[in-house]
C-alpha cells in the first residue's frame, strides 16, 4: 500500500506496509457540530459540490448533507457505501476546508478497501473539487490503533521496537506451547478433563483422550477464550473473577483463564504482540487525559465504513477519538455506515451486527439515520428472492412461534448478472415444503413481518436503482429464469450438476463473462476444485481456486522447499521437491524428477563409470549444485534474498521474499542455524497468516473474466460475477 493510506510504517520485527499517516500537531478545537465556515466557499466550488450532490442516491445525499454529530447510515448490499463516504469525505473538506492539522479519519475494516476509498476521495478532490489532496486520512482499524500507539511508548505498554505481530491460529506453537506448560502446571485439572464421567482407566482409551485435549480441545478452546477475551477489554484476572461465579465440575473458567494467563506470559517472555495488542494499546494511550486531548483536537470526524465488523472496544476507540474535548458531552462527530443484515465476518471475529443496529436505534430517536436501500449490483429476481428470504426469516424465527423448514438448502446456480430476456424460474427439481420454492412459483405472495422487537433481521428491502442512475449496467436483466434452485442427490451430483450449467455458460457467452462458487470453507472449495478440474480442463476452462491460490503465497513454501534441500541434500523427497520448484519456475527443463530423485548422489555428483547425463539433466544439475555451493559460501541469513533472486522472483515476489527474511531473521536472532530457519518458515506456512506485498488488485485477479473463480463466501465479500454458484 502506497505511503498516502495513512498509516506511518513501525518496525514490528517485518518490515511492515505502511499502515496510515501520522497526524501532526494540535489545533484549534472544534465543536461537536462543525460551525459554518467564516470565508464563503469559492463560487466554482459551490457548483461542483452541486454537482456532486447531485449524482449521489438519496441515501448518499444524507450523508453528503452531514453537518456535525452521529450518524447512522443503515445500507442494503451494493448500495454505495464507500461512494457515499467518499463523497461526504470530499465534501465536508470543502465545506469546512479542513487541512493536515484538523482532519477526517476514514475507517474501514480492510486495507483493499481503505485503498479502494481513498482514491475515491482524491478523485473527487483533484476532479471535481480542485482541492489539495489534504484534510483526511484513511485507515484500517488496527492501522489506526497502531498509529496511536507508537506515538506514546510509554503509554500503550508496547515494546514496538523490538516485537514482532503475529496472528497466531489454532495449531500455532506459541499455543501449543501454551497449552503443555498449562497441562504441566495444572495436574488436577487436566486429570478430571481426562477422567471425564465415565473412565475404566483403560490404556488406549487414556491415550486416545490424551491426544485429543492435547491437539484439539484445549488448543481449540484457548484460541477461543483468548481472543474473545482480549478483543472484549478483559485480562485473565478478569476470567479468574468469574471462576467464582460458574459452578461446573470441569472448571472450564478456571482452565480458561488459566490458559489466557499462560498465554499472555508466553507473549511478553518472546515479544510478541497480536492485532487484539494493538487495540488495547491505543486505549490505554487515551486513558491519559493530555493524550487523548491531543489527538482528539487533531480529528475532525471519523467516518467508519463496514461499521458492522466492529466489536464494541474497537467502535469505544474510534468515539473517543471523535469527540470533541471542549464539549465532551455533546454527541461524537461520528458516521458509522453499514448493513445491519450482514454478519459474515462476526463469524471469526468478535463483531456483532446486533452493536450497529443498536446503534442505529439510538440515531433515529434523533433523526440521525440515514437509509440507503438502492442496490444495482443484482437482477430484479435476485433482490426479490433476497427480499422475500429476509422475510420469511424475521417471520420463522421473529418469536411468532411458526416452525421454519429451512431455505432451499443447497442451492447450486444463481444467475445474478448477464443479458437476455426475463423468463420463467425453472426447479430442479422442486423444493418441496420449502418457502423460497412457493415463492418463486407464486412471486406475488406477501409475507407479514411479526411484531417483535427481536427480529434476527432490520425491516430494510432492497430496491432498485432509478432509470437515470450513473452505475453502468444497473440491475441487468437475468440470464434464464435468474434464479435456479437444484437439490442434488450428494456432492458428487453436485458437481455435476454445477459441472454442466458451467459449461453451456461458457459455451454460449465464450470468454466475456465471469462465473464464481461460493464455498463455505477452504477445504470445501480445494475438493470442488480438484473435482471440477478434468471436465473443465477438457473444455479450457481455466479454474481459479482462490485458497490454493493464496495460501499464504508461494513464496515461503518455495523458499522452504529450496532450503530444505539445502540442509538435506541427500534426501530424495526434499530433491524431487526442490526440483519441481525448479521446473514450475521453468528454470530446468521438465524430465523425470522421479529418476532424478531415487539416486541423489549419483545425480549431483556422477562418477566416472555412471552412465552419462542428458542435457536436461545436466541443466538441472548446474542448478542444485549452484544452490549447495551457494549453501556453503553464504551466511544464513542472506539465503533467502538469494533463493529469490536465483528464482528470477517479480518486483512483488521480491518484496514478499525481503519481508519473510526480516521476520525470519528477527525470530532466530541470536539462534541463526539452518534448524532454526527451517523452524520458523515451517511455522509461518503452517500455522500463522502470512501476507505476502501484492502488486496486483486482488479483486482484479478474482474477478476476471473467462475464468471459473472457487471462493469462500467471507472472501467474496462486496465482488460481483455475472454468474454465481452456492
Given at each position: 500500500m502506497n505511503e498516502d493510506i495513512g498509516v506511518r510504517s513501525q518496525e514490528l520485527g517485518v518490515r511492515s506496509q505502511e499502515l496510515g499517516a501520522k497526524i501532526n500537531s494540535s489545533a484549534s478545537s472544534t465543536s461537536s457540530v462543525p460551525p459554518v465556515p467564516t470565508v464563503p466557499p469559492v463560487p466554482t466550488v459551490s457548483i461542483a459540490w452541486e454537482r456532486i450532490r447531485n449524482s449521489l442516491r438519496p441515501g448518499q445525499q444524507q450523508m453528503a448533507d452531514w453537518q456535525g454529530g452521529s450518524l447512522a447510515v443503515s445500507a442494503v448490499p451494493g448500495a454505495g457505501k464507500s461512494t457515499g463516504m467518499a463523497a461526504a469525505t470530499a465534501l465536508a473538506i470543502a465545506r469546512y476546508q479542513l487541512h493536515a492539522k484538523k482532519a477526517i479519519v476514514v475507517v474501514t475494516f480492510t486495507r483493499s478497501a481503505a485503498a479502494n476509498i481513498k482514491a475515491k476521495i482524491r478523485n473527487y478532490l483533484h476532479r471535481d473539487l480542485s482541492l489539495p489532496l489534504k484534510g483526511f486520512v484513511v485507515n484500517t482499524l488496527h492501522g489506526?490503533?497502531?498509529?496511536?500507539?507508537?506515538?506514546?511508548?510509554?503509554?500503550?505498554?508496547?515494546?514496538?521496537?523490538?516485537?514482532?505481530?503475529?496472528?497466531p491460529s489454532q495449531s500455532h506453537r506459541l499455543i501449543r506451547t501454551c497449552v503443555e506448560q498449562w497441562i504441566a502446571n495444572n495436574p488436577r485439572l487436566y486429570s478430571q478433563l481426562l477422567e471425564g464421567r465415565q473412565f475404566d482407566g483403560e490404556e488406549t482409551e487414556r491415550l486416545r483422550r490424551q491426544s485429543v485435549l492435547r491437539t484439539e480441545i484445549l488448543p481449540s478452546l484457548a484460541h477461543l477464550v483468548i481472543h474473545e477475551a482480549k478483543s472484549s477489554g478483559y485480562q485473565p484476572q478478569k476470567l479468574w473473577d468469574l471462576t467464582q461465579e460458574t459452578t461446573d465440575e470441569y472448571e472450564i473458567?478456571?482452565?480458561?483463564?488459566?490458559?489466557?494467563?499462560?498465554?499472555?506470559?508466553?507473549?511478553?517472555?518472546?515479544?510478541?504482540?497480536?492485532?487484539?495488542d494493538m487495540i488495547l494499546a491505543a486505549l490505554r494511550v487515551l486513558e491519559n487525559p493530555s493524550a487523548r486531548v491531543y489527538e482528539q483536537r487533531q480529528v475532525f470526524a471519523v467516518f467508519e465504513d463496514e461499521a458492522q465488523d466492529s466489536s464494541p472496544l474497537?467502535?469505544?476507540?474510534?468515539?473517543?477519538?471523535?469527540?470533541?474535548?471542549?464539549?465532551?458531552?455533546?454527541?461524537?462527530?461520528?458516521i458509522r455506515v453499514g448493513d445491519p443484515n450482514q454478519a459474515i465476518n462476526s463469524t471469526f471475529t468478535p463483531a456483532d451486527p446486533i452493536y450497529f443496529r443498536r446503534f442505529c436505534e439510538d440515531c433515529d430517536k434523533q433523526q440521525q439515520l440515514a437509509t440507503m436501500d438502492r442496490a444495482g449490483r443484482s437482477t430484479r429476481k435476485i433482490i426479490e428472492a433476497a427480499n422475500f428470504a429476509l422475510e420469511w426469516v424475521n417471520r420463522a424465527y421473529g418469536g411468532v412461534g411458526t416452525r421454519a423448514t429451512g431455505v432451499g438448502t443447497r442451492a447450486t446456480g444463481v444467475g445474478t448478472r448477464g443479458q437476455g430476456e426475463e423468463s420463467k424460474i425453472t426447479l430442479l427439481p422442486p423444493l418441496r415444503e420449502s418457502p423460497l420454492s412457493e415463492w418463486l412459483q407464486n412471486p406475488k405472495s406477501k409475507i407479514q413481518n411479526p411484531k417483535s422487537a427481536e427480529l434476527p433481521f432490520r425491516l430494510q428491502k432492497i430496491q432498485p436503482v432509478d432509470l437515470n442512475d450513473p452505475q453502468p449496467d444497473a440491475n441487468p436483466t437475468s440470464i434464464g429464469g435468474g434464479l435456479e434452485l437444484c437439490t442434488p442427490r450428494d456432492i458428487h451430483h453436485t458437481v455435476e450438476l454445477i459441472g454442466k450449467r458451467v459449461i453451456s455458460l461458457f459455451a454460449e457467452a465464450g470468454n466475456e463473462i465471469g462465473v464464481a462458487i461460493l464455498v463455505r470453507e477452504n477445504r470445501q472449495g480445494r475438493w470442488l476444485a480438484e473435482a471440477l478440474t478434468p471436465i473443465c480442463r477438457e473444455h479450457n476452462i481455466p479454474i481459479y481456486e482462490v485458497s490454493e491460490s493464496d495460501r499464504h503465497s508461494h513464496v515461503p513454501a518455495e523458499i522452504l522447499t529450496l532450503l530444505q534441500f539445502l540442509d538435506r541434500p541427500h534426501s530424495p523427497d526434499y530433491l524431487k521437491a526442490a526440483l519441481a520448484v525448479l521446473v514450475q519456475r521453468q528454470l530446468i527443463p521438465t524430465q523425470d524428477l522421479n529418476a532424478l530423485a531415487s539416486v541423489p548422489e549419483q545425480f549431483l555428483y556422477p562418477g566416472p563409470l555412471d552412465p552419462p547425463q542428458a542435457e536436461p539433466v545436466k541443466r538441472a544439475r548446474y542448478f542444485c549444485r549452484s544452490l549447495l555451493r551457494a549453501r556453503m559460501e553464504l551466511p544464513h541469513y542472506q539465503l533467502i534474498s538469494f533463493l529469490a533472486l536465483t528464482l528470477n522472483y517479480d518486483q512483488a515476489e521480491l518484496a514478499t521474499a525481503d519481508k519473510l527474511g526480516e521476520r525470519v531473521s528477527q525470530q532466530i536472532a541470536g539462534t541463526n542455524s539452518m534448524s532454526a530457519i527451517l523452524s520458523v518458515l515451517s511455522e509461518i506456512i503452517n500455522s500463522e497468516r502470512f501476507e505476502p506485498v501484492e502488486t496486483e488488485q486482488l479483486e482484479a485477479r478474482y474477478t476476471r473474466l473467462g475464468q471459473l473463480t472457487i471462493i469462500t463466501m467471507h472472501k467474496a465479500k462486496g465482488l460481483d460475477w455475472d454468474y454465481v454458484f452456492l
Open positions: 489506526l490503533a497502531l498509529n496511536i500507539a507508537s506515538r506514546y511508548p510509554d503509554l500503550s505498554g508496547l515494546p514496538l521496537d523490538t516485537a514482532t505481530l503475529i496472528a473458567m478456571a482452565i480458561a483463564a488459566g490458559l489466557y494467563e499462560q498465554y499472555e506470559k508466553l507473549m511478553r517472555s518472546r515479544d510478541f504482540i497480536d492485532y487484539d474497537q467502535t469505544k476507540l474510534l468515539e473517543i477519538l471523535a469527540t470533541d474535548p471542549d464539549n465532551p458531552a455533546n454527541p461524537p462527530n461520528l
